[in-house]
C-alpha cells in the first residue's frame, strides 16, 4: 500500500471514529473498502475504542440466506433491553455484505428491498448504521435504492491492494444513458419482441424479431451437458480441486457456452436459462477478467433479459429486467476504448436498449422508453450500414419501435414521425427476396406507425401510406409461410381500408371498393386467426380477433344496409349474413356477463332487426334458424 493510500485511510478512520462518537440517532454510514483484511482490522481498532463512545457499536455479519438485517437487529434489541433506556440508540455495524455478489438476483433483491424498508421507517428507528460495502456495491446502492442513499450522513473510503473475491454484484444499476430503448438482442448481441395489444378497430402494434446466437470457440476443460436435464450436481462431473481458479473459470465457462449453444437452437425454457446463468456466473466467481469479458456479460444480460420473458410470476419478471440492465452496464465498463471494439459496443448497447424497452412495462414508462431510445441511438452511432448493413437495419427497426411506444404517451405526431423515419431507414437494408419475413415485418410496423399518424395529421394521406405498406408486406406474409404474422398484417389492413372510407368526398363506388377490400382482409384474419385456435395446443396472435370479428361483422352490415351502393337483394342478404355470423362468434367467445358478450349481442339483435327489413318476416326467420336455441330467449324480447 503506497503512503499517500496509508494517510487517507488514517484520514477516514479518525474522520469515522469521530462520527461515532458523536452518538446521534438515525445515521447511515458507507465504510467503502474491497480488502476483506484491511476492513476487519478497522472494524477491530473501532470496536477497541468502543468505551469512548456514548452509544454501542454492534457488529452483525449479513446471513446471505436472509439478507433483511433487520429482522437481526429486532432479535438483537429484543434480547438485550438494557440497551434501550440507558443506551438509546446504538450503531450496528453491517459486515459481509459483499459476499451477496455469490448469491442469485432473489435474494440480492431481499437486500434491497430491507434498505427500502429502512428509509420508508427511518424517522421511527432508534438506531444507526454503518455499512461496509465494496466500491460496486457502494455504486449500485447509490443508483438502485436513491430513496435509501439520499439518507446517508457519512462516506469513508478505505483503499487496500487485496481484492474481495467474487466478480460485481448482479443487482440492478439505473445507469444514465445518451439514449433509450430498443429491440432486437444478440446473444452476442440479443432479441426484443414488443407486441401491442390492440382494441378493437385499432391495429396490431410493431414487432421485433430474436437475433440468432452467434457461436463461441470452447475453453480447454472438457464438459459436456446432457440433453436430459436432471440437478446440477447430476449434470456435472466433478471438477479435482487441485485446478487453478482460471482452469475452473474455463470450465465453468465452456458448460455456459453449450447451454448458450442450447438456447441459440431454441431450447430456451426457464429452468435452461437458470442454469446457464448459473454457468456464467461460476466462471465469473473464479475469474472477472477475461479476455472476451463484454461478450460474457452480454451474454449474462441476455439470458436474464429472456428469463425475464418466461417469469413464473410478475415478480421475477421485473427482478431479472433488473438483472440485465445492471449486466449491461458491467459489460459497457469492460470496454476501455469503444473504438477498437465498436461492434461488440454496439450490440450491448443494442441490448440495453431492449432491457429498457421491457422496463418501461413495468415503472417510470416514458422514463425508460426515452432510455431505450436514446441506447439504441448510441448503438446506431457505432452500428452503420456500411459496416454491417442488416444488423444496422435490425436497431433502426428497434429504434422505430421504442418511438411507436413513446408516440402512445407522449408527443404522438413528433416521436411517429421519428418512427416512420427509422423504419424507412431499416426497410431500405432488407433484401424483400433474399429475407423476406423480415423486410414484411418491417413493412408491417411502419404500416402501423402511419396508421397512428393519420389520428393525429393528414388523415388520407397517411392512410393510403398504410394500406401501401400492408399490401407490400401481405405479399410476403401468407397464410402458409406465416400464418400468425398474415392474420396480423391483414387485420391491419382490413382496418386501415375500413378508416379510409370515412374520408370526405369520397365516391361512392371508391367507397364500396374499400369496404370489401377490409371485408377481405378481415375474412382472411379471422380465418386465421380460428384456425389457429383450433390447433392443439392453440397458437395465440397478436391482436383480439374476437374484436376482429365484430369489425368483420360491421363492415358487412355496412356494404348490406347503405342504400347509395348498387347491391342486389340476395347480396345485401348475404352480407347481413355475413354479419350474423361473424357476431355469433364473437359472442359464443366470451363470458355472458361480459360487456363484451352484451356488445355483441346488441349487434346481432340490429342485424336479425335488418334482416326482416330487407326481406320480410321470411328474412326475419332465415335470421333466427342460424342463432343458436339458447340465445333465443335473449333476443326475441328485443326484436319489437
Not at 467474487?166 to 407486441?195: C, F, I, M
Not at 487453478?244 to 474455463?250: D, G, I, V, Y
Not at 441506447?375 to 422505430?400: D, I
Request: hydrophobic share 35%; with cysteine.
Amino acid at each position: 500500500m503506497s503512503a499517500s493510500s496509508t494517510s487517507k485511510n488514517m484520514a477516514n478512520y479518525h474522520r469515522l471514529q469521530q462520527a461515532l462518537q458523536i452518538g446521534l440517532r438515525r445515521q447511515i454510514f458507507f465504510a467503502v473498502c474491497d480488502n476483506v483484511g484491511l476492513r476487519d482490522r478497522i472494524s477491530q481498532q473501532l470496536h477497541a475504542g468502543d468505551m469512548a463512545r456514548p452509544s454501542p457499536l454492534v457488529k452483525l455479519t449479513l446471513d446471505v440466506n436472509n439478507p433483511n438485517f433487520l429482522s437481526a437487529i429486532a432479535t438483537f434489541l429484543k434480547q438485550n433491553p438494557h440497551t434501550t433506556p440507558s443506551l438509546p440508540h446504538p450503531t450496528f455495524e453491517i459486515v459481509g455484505i459483499e459476499e451477496l455478489t455469490r448469491q442469485g438476483a432473489r435474494v440480492q433483491q431481499l437486500f434491497i428491498r430491507t434498505l427500502r424498508r429502512i428509509e420508508r421507517h427511518l424517522k421511527k428507528v432508534e438506531f444507526s448504521l454503518l455499512l461496509w460495502v465494496s466500491k460496486p456495491w457502494f455504486n449500485n446502492i447509490r443508483q438502485s435504492v436513491p430513496e435509501f442513499w439520499q439518507w446517508h450522513t457519512g462516506i469513508f473510503e478505505f483503499t487496500g491492494e487485496q481484492k474481495v473475491l467474487g466478480h460485481r454484484p448482479t443487482s440492478p444499476q439505473y445507469a444514465l444513458l445518451k439514449g433509450d430503448r430498443g429491440t432486437e438482442v444478440e446473444l452476442r448481441d440479443r432479441p426484443n419482441s414488443a407486441k401491442i395489444p390492440p382494441s378493437e378497430g385499432t391495429l396490431t402494434g410493431n414487432e421485433e424479431e430474436f437475433p440468432r446466437v452467434a457461436s463461441k470457440t470452447p475453453p480447454v476443460i472438457s464438459a459436456s451437458v446432457p440433453e436430459k436435464r436432471a440437478s446440477t450436481s447430476q449434470q456435472r462431473e466433478p471438477v479435482p480441486q487441485t485446478y487453478s481458479r482460471a482452469t475452473m473459470a474455463q470450465y465453468y465457462l465452456q458448460i455456459a457456452h453449450q447451454y448458450r449453444d442450447r438456447i441459440a437452437k431454441g431450447e430456451a425454457d426457464r429452468a435452461t436459462l437458470t442454469e446457464a446463468i448459473q454457468a456464467y456466473e461460476q466462471a465469473l466467481q473464479y475469474q472477472e477478467t477475461f479476455p472476451i469479458a463484454a461478450e460474457i456479460y452480454n451474454d449474462l444480460g441476455n439470458f436474464y433479459w429472456l428469463r425475464s420473458r418466461r417469469p413464473d410470476s410478475p415478480e421475477q419478471a421485473y427482478a431479472d429486467l433488473e438483472q440485465a440492465l445492471f449486466i449491461y452496464q458491467e459489460a459497457i465498463a469492460t470496454l476501455s476504448d469503444r473504438t477498437a471494439m465498436p461492434q461488440t459496443y454496439a450490440m450491448i448497447q443494442n441490448n440495453l436498449g431492449a432491457a429498457y424497452g421491457d422496463l418501461a412495462r413495468y415503472r417510470d414508462l416514458a422514463a425508460n422508453l426515452r432510455h431505450s431510445i436514446a441506447a439504441y441511438e448510441e448503438a446506431l452511432y457505432y452500428r452503420t450500414a456500411e459496416n454491417n448493413a442488416l444488423k444496422y437495419g435490425s436497431t433502426q427497426n428497434n429504434l422505430g419501435t421504442a418511438y411507436w411506444h413513446l408516440a402512445q404517451h407522449e408527443n404522438p405526431p413528433e416521436n411517429l414521425q421519428a418512427a416512420i423515419a427509422a423504419y424507412t431507414e431499416a426497410g431500405k437494408h432488407y433484401d424483400p427476396e433474399g429475407d423476406p419475413l423480415n423486410w414484411a415485418m418491417i413493412q408491417n410496423n411502419l404500416g402501423t406507425a402511419y396508421w397512428n399518424l393519420s389520428q393525429h395529421e393528414k388523415r388520407e394521406t397517411h392512410l393510403r401510406s398504410a394500406i401501401d405498406c400492408y399490401e407490400k408486406s401481405s405479399i410476403y406474409r401468407t397464410g402458409e409461410n406465416a400464418p400468425v404474422a398474415c392474420a396480423a398484417t391483414q387485420n391491419n389492413l382490413g382496418t386501415a381500408y375500413w378508416h379510409l372510407t370515412a374520408i370526405d368526398g369520397l365516391e361512392v363506388t371508391q367507397k364500396q371498393d374499400y369496404l370489401e377490400r377490409a371485408l377481405e382482409s378481415y375474412q382472411i384474419a379471422t380465418q386465421l386467426a380460428h384456425h389457429l385456435h383450433r390447433q392443439i395446443p392453440p397458437v395465440k396472435v397478436n391482436f383480439n380477433f374476437l374484436g376482429t370479428y365484430n369489425n368483420l361483422g360491421l363492415v358487412s352490415y355496412q356494404l348490406a344496409t347503405e342504400e347509395q351502393f348498387s347491391l342486389s337483394q340476395s347480396e345485401k342478404l348475404q352480407h347481413l349474413e355475413t354479419a350474423l355470423q361473424a357476431h355469433l362468434q364473437a359472442l359464443i367467445n366470451v363470458a355472458q356477463d361480459s360487456e363484451n358478450y352484451q356488445t355483441a349481442l346488441n349487434y346481432i339483435i340490429r342485424t336479425v332487426r335488418a334482416f326482416y327489413k330487407q326481406g320480410g318476416i321470411e328474412g326475419q326467420n332465415l335470421a333466427l334458424s342460424q342463432v343458436p336455441g339458447q340465445l333465443l330467449p335473449q333476443l326475441l324480447p328485443n326484436l319489437g
